[in-house]
């Protein structure tokens, strides 16, 4: 599919040098005379990097030819966090890079859908919600309300974040990874 420069928004995924991009910040600007601008932000869906470019009135965009995939993350190792396709059994690694923070919600065996260029994986989509260990919390002492009731948590994942003080080392708790944030306690 060929876009145009109306077509273009934040969020549109286009072809540029025969990489993937995608607008992420997109401003419209028509001067008193002369040919409308297009000035977009753009961020490169292999290696992440951002740049701005400005296009003008008449030019057109190749959509990027993505696929998603339903696939289970099976484990991590030198090559990356690899993920198997449960119909054809392919397995596909991704780099830590790539995933950011959403590689500390993985859990072994979780279904992810994957974001596919060709054969790279270039990004996931991870369920709103997941449940994970506590492995270190520092006890909470009596009186500590200087903290706002919150202390730091490392997760099973290698993921710190902030918990209520009443929150123990062993407990399972529901994070949402969206926000990256404290839920709730999930009672076993």
């Known amino acids: 599919m060929v876009y145009s420069c109306a077509d273009l928004k934040k969020g549109l995924k286009i ?5 993937p991009h995608v607008i992420v910040q997109f401003d419209f600007t028509k001067p008193g005379k002369g040919q409308a601008l297009y000035k977009c932000r753009l961020r490169n869906m292999i290696n992440g990097s951002q740049f701005d470019r400005t296009y003008r009135s008449g030019e057109s965009f190749e ?20 993920f198997m396709d449960s119909k054809t ?13 959403d ?3 993985l859990v072994d065996n979780m279904d992810v ?9 270039i990004g996931i989509s991870l369920p709103n919600f997941v449940n994970l260990r506590v492995t270190q919390s ?6 500590d309300t200087a903290s ?6 490392i997760l099973e994942t290698g993921y710190t ?8 080392e062993g407990s399972l708790l529901q994070i949402d990874t969206r926000t990256g944030e404290y839920v709730t306690r999930v009672k076993e």
Do not use: C
């Open 138 to 143: 520092d006890p909470w002492v009596k009186g």
């Open 89 to 101: 059994y392919e397995q596909v690694a991704i780099d830590g890079d790539t995933l950011g923070d």
């Open 63 to 82: 959509s990027a030819p993505l696929e998603s995939r339903d696939m289970q993350y099976l484990y991590h190792d030198e090559s990356g966090y690899v």
């Open 161 to 168: 974040l902030q918990v209520p003080s009443f929150v123990e």
């Open 15 to 19: 072809l540029i040098d025969g990489i």
């Open 113 to 121: 859908e994957i974001l596919m260029f060709g054969e790279i994986g």
């Open 103 to 105: 590689k500390y919600f």
């Open 148 to 153: 706002g009731n919150n202390k730091p948590a």
